[in-house]
């Protein structure tokens, strides 16, 4: 089994920032690729960033210039830096990965519980 923990959500004022971090932890062989999505109320969950574990990166074109995703291999955590937030931002955050797993090798999908973010205006 693996594991996904968020971490760094909140409540902050528009044009503020925050950071949200993703731990994998587990039978995990290696980690292909991690991302962010979130969902809003009423809403579906939607694709925030996303990168391989070879640095290649994905990004809504709603976030783009003000969210930056990255991640450390080592450490099976990915980072989502989350600068000039605004109010639409507002949602729960949930930590995705393409992980294969000990001792099958094969590759399967989880996700973390989620974390809040609420932008005030």
């Known amino acids: 089994q693996v594991q996904l923990v968020e971490t760094g959500g909140g409540l902050v004022q528009a044009g503020g920032s925050l950071r949200l971090s993703c731990a994998a932890s587990?039978?995990?062989?290696?980690?292909?690729?991690m991302g962010w999505y979130r969902q809003a109320p009423g809403q579906q969950r939607e694709l925030v960033a996303a990168?391989?574990?070879?640095?290649?990166?994905n990004y809504a074109d709603s976030v783009k210039g003000r969210f930056t995703i990255s991640s450390d291999n080592a450490k099976n955590t990915v980072y989502l830096q989350m600068n000039s937030l605004k109010p639409e931002d507002t949602a729960v955050y949930f930590c995705?990965?393409?992980?294969?797993?000990?001792?099958?090798?094969?590759?399967?999908?989880?996700w973390g519980q989620g974390t809040q973010v609420t932008v005030s205006s």
């Open positions: 995705n990965a393409n992980v294969r797993v000990l001792p099958s090798g094969r590759e399967y999908n989880y």
């Open positions: 587990g039978n995990i062989f290696r980690i292909n690729d």
């Open positions: 990168i391989t574990r070879y640095g290649n990166t």
